[in-house]
């Protein structure tokens, strides 16, 4: 059992995920591997999916060598270990502004003696066979990806203090509602945003974090984070490139 993802990441690779947020079959797992992405970003936080098609798409894609990324709500705590024990290999916690919330997350979401997760019966990532529990438990938290999101200029305010937590594997800026709640809505690439970027790369390799982004949609912005190290990259969601797809074709058939 490998996360291929963070195994890219720590060999300095560009990673790319992508938002499933609408997608509710399974089948949309084998199809953003052969697009090319390296992880799925499951949404429980504005998507329409519920945690048993997140846990059927998990199991999918551990066979389909796709690193199954969950984003929970707010708050979202109570559904970490459900969520990790049903094929999850990662766990983004959106909105985070302190770093007790960031070590919150790592509390329940590492077994012992790295946090307090529960065991619970079969373990697919194994494919349910029977294993070594201390085994089983060492790697599923050495494998297991935890994300902190920052998404407010508040956040990066303590951005310092949120890096450091021990078991937080990146630190995710959420680009859309950082730009909103900077008073720049949708202009990714505006000086302020960048500087957040800056601070906020300045502090993942302060503290050997990853540094991830999401939320934008300017390809010129997304280039100029990537050089600056956004190595964990969302590059877009499901339903945005399935609109874009068949505008594109309507519009040329039209033409």
């Known amino acids: 059992m490998l996360n291929e ?6 060999n300095n690779e560009l990673t790319l995920g992508v938002g499933i947020v609408q997608s509710r079959v399974v ?3 084998p199809l953003m591997k052969t697009a090319g992405f390296d992880w799925l970003f499951l949404d429980l936080e504005h998507g329409a999916l519920t945690t048993d098609t997140v846990s059927q798409m998990s199991a999918m894609a551990l066979k389909t060598g796709l690193t199954p990324i969950v984003r929970i709500p ?3 705590y109570t559904m970490v270990s459900r969520i990790l024990d049903n094929g999850a290999m990662g766990i983004v916690l959106p909105h985070v502004e302190k770093p007790e919330e960031a070590a919150k997350l790592v509390d329940i979401a590492k077994f012992q003696p790295e946090g307090s997760r ?8 194994y494919d349910y066979r029977s294993v ?3 085994e089983a438990t060492r790697a599923l938290n050495s494998e297991t990806m935890l994300i902190a999101m920052v998404e407010t200029p508040a956040a990066i305010e303590s951005i310092d203090e949120i890096a450091s937590v021990d078991g937080i594997d990146v630190i995710m800026i959420g680009t859309n509602d950082l730009a909103m709640a900077s008073g720049c809505p949708q202009d990714f690439g505006n000086p302020k945003i960048e500087k957040f970027y800056e601070k906020t790369a300045l502090a993942c390799k302060k503290y050997n974090k990853w540094l991830g982004s999401g939320g934008v949609k300017d390809e010129k912005a997304a280039k100029n984070y990537i050089e600056m190290g956004a190595n964990f990259f969302l590059a877009g969601q499901d339903i945005g490139f399935l609109l874009s797809a068949s505008k594109d074709r309507v519009d040329r058939l039209k033409s």
């Open 74 to 76: 707010i708050n979202g």
């Open 27 to 29: 089948e949309v797992v």
């Open 132 to 134: 070594d529990l201390s």
């Open 5 to 10: 993802t963070k195994h890219k990441l720590a």
């Open 118 to 125: 529960g065991v619970g019966g079969g373990i697919v990532h």
